[in-house]
């Protein structure tokens, strides 16, 4: 899941969330977890639409009314996505740019018009929303003005066959597109009949939406190589071209594609969030965006974090706080300035960047402040006799030899540029020093956990370095 997902570390508490909608109360069943009271039936699409609109209304301030029949959006992965545009948007500066300024084009924004809810609420963008069945227009119109968004989203109808040309304004500018194509290439496939392998869990939960929804010619590789048909007229009047896959092997075709045409940018991403994984395209005409790619400074695959246990933190809120405590006077020990992006009752999520390395060669630093507090013993005492004919020379010896180790030390420090997020949180975990995936039955104990991972900079292993460092900080091997 997206570091900036906010169900990264919060998990859903049905109980509650029934509390302020009521509605979603006849769906609640009782959970085997000792974590949580309550838990749903994921393939009843009753529960799934109340649970979206619970969600929305309470973690977002969106009111959305989702109709029978129509697609409910997975709001995990929908998050996901939208965090995964933002980023690409940052590769120019490193900052995610918000407010009217920035226009995004979702491709069939269906009844929930979920993609420019979402974007609006939390970035004040605006957009250009297209759809091609009316009753989902009408409906989209309606979770619009239910929460006063009309002057950041318009909504068009378009024909079965228009997706970027024809709904596009003249001499406008857009920063991104968006789409959820529709999956399967017919119903065999959306049902079963080919799609999923022998070796796949069934899934947990029911797949909602209709047949436009999910069924095109061609599956979802023919509906994406109409986009990148359209993209190649439009060129950099869209900066960032993206949509999202349901299958894995659907990239290569796709990216085959595109390097045939020479599009000089292409970036590919996993969306994950639980059992469910999705995969996006994102491919741009704009070659300054290359050069950044080239050098580092673009959107980069992100590695699997680094995790990392605190057994000597209790499993509460208040070791949570003392844990957080702790990692920040490391990181200030290791000169690195962090601010707090995220910090809830169960997680406190850190920005950190360093700009020079100080978390390695810990031993030889080690030798030599030995040294340097030999060599200060040694002036103390030759100082405390105050022999009238102590030789000069041994002084300026000793200093001599303490700012050459103090030369050295400096040395070690060097210049570095290096961003990464480091998320302390509670989890349920094995007991030890590190959890292991299946390591213990039933519920595990709750347990301070700390994560992290690299954002953008020269070093990509930085995160691997500091959690051994934080190790040796406390003794563990």
């Known amino acids: 899941m997206h570091p900036r997902n906010y169900y990264?570390?919060?998990?859903?508490?049905?109980?509650?969330?029934?509390?302020?909608?009521?509605?979603?109360?006849?769906?609640?069943?009782?959970?085997?977890?000792?974590?949580?009271?309550?838990?749903?039936?994921?393939?009843?699409?009753?529960?799934?639409?109340?649970?979206?609109?619970?969600?929305?209304?309470?973690?977002?301030?969106?009111?959305?009314?989702?109709?029978?029949?129509?697609?409910?959006?997975?709001?995990?992965?929908?998050?996901?996505?939208?965090?995964?545009?933002?980023?690409?948007?940052?590769?120019?500066?490193?900052?995610?740019?918000?407010?009217?300024?920035?226009?995004?084009?979702?491709?069939?924004?269906?009844?929930?018009?979920?993609?420019?809810?979402?974007?609006?609420?939390?970035?004040?963008?605006?957009?250009?929303?297209?759809?091609?069945?009316?009753?989902?227009?009408?409906?989209?119109?309606?979770?619009?003005?239910?929460?006063?968004?009309?002057?950041?989203?318009?909504?068009?109808?378009?024909?079965?066959?228009?997706?970027?040309?024809?709904?596009?304004?003249?001499?406008?500018?857009?920063?991104?597109?968006?789409?959820n194509p529709p999956f399967f290439g017919d119903g065999e496939e959306r049902y079963g009949g080919v799609a999923r392998s022998g070796s796949r869990p069934v899934p947990s939960t029911v797949n909602t939406g209709n047949e436009y929804e999910t069924i095109t010619a061609g599956g979802e590789v023919e509906f994406v190589q109409r986009i990148i048909r359209d993209s190649l007229k439009l060129g950099t009047m869209v900066r960032w071209y993206t949509s999202m896959l349901g299958k894995k092997s659907s990239l290569s075709p796709l990216k085959a594609e595109l390097k045939k045409l020479e599009v000089p940018v292409i970036v590919t991403t996993e969306l994950v969030q639980g059992r469910t994984r999705r995969w996006a395209l994102g491919w741009s005409f704009d070659h300054s965006l290359k050069h950044k790619q080239d050098s580092g400074q673009g959107v980069r695959k992100r590695q699997h974090p680094q995790e990392m246990a605190l057994p000597s933190f209790p499993g509460t809120p208040e070791g949570l706080s003392e844990a957080v405590c702790w990692v920040q006077a490391r990181f200030k020990e290791l000169q690195m300035e962090c601010s707090v992006v995220v910090q809830t009752s169960s997680c406190v999520e850190l920005r950190c960047s360093a700009t020079k390395n100080t978390w390695l060669n810990q031993r030889r630093k080690r030798r030599l402040l030995q040294q340097l507090e030999r060599l200060k013993q040694q002036q103390q005492q030759q100082s405390s006799t105050d022999l009238p004919d102590a030789p000069i020379q041994d002084g300026q010896d000793n200093l001599a030899q303490r700012q050459k180790l103090m030369d050295e030390l400096t040395s070690l420090h060097t210049p570095c540029h290096a961003e990464f997020l480091w998320t302390t949180a509670l989890q349920e975990r094995a007991a030890g020093p590190v959890a292991k995936k299946g390591a213990c039955l039933g519920a595990c104990p709750l347990g301070v956990v700390m994560r992290g991972e690299w954002l953008e900079g020269e070093d990509r292993d930085i995160v691997h370095q500091i959690v051994q460092y934080l190790n040796n900080s406390m003794g563990v091997q």
């Not at 799934?48 to 009314?65: H, K, P, Q």
């Not at 009408?138 to 989203?153: E, F, P, V, Y």
Request: proline share 5%; net charge negative; with cysteine.
């Open 8 to 179: 990264k570390d919060n998990k859903p508490d049905f109980g509650k969330l029934a509390e302020t909608r009521p509605s979603l109360k006849p769906f609640l069943l009782p959970s085997p977890s000792t974590t949580h009271t309550y838990t749903l039936d994921f393939s009843d699409q009753d529960a799934l639409r109340e649970l979206t609109c619970a969600l929305l209304e309470c973690d977002f301030g969106l009111r959305v009314e989702l109709p029978v029949g129509k697609l409910i959006p997975t709001l995990t992965l929908r998050l996901n996505y939208i965090h995964w545009v933002e980023d690409l948007l940052s590769c120019t500066n490193g900052n995610i740019p918000t407010g009217d300024s920035v226009l995004g084009v979702d491709i069939g924004t269906g009844a929930s018009c979920i993609y420019p809810l979402l974007g609006s609420k939390l970035n004040g963008w605006r957009f250009l929303a297209t759809e091609i069945d009316k009753d989902s227009v009408t409906c989209a119109l309606s979770n619009i003005q239910r929460n006063s968004m009309d002057t950041k989203i318009k909504v068009v109808q378009v024909s079965m066959e228009t997706l970027l040309l024809g709904a596009l304004e003249d001499q406008q500018q857009y920063h991104f597109c968006v789409c």
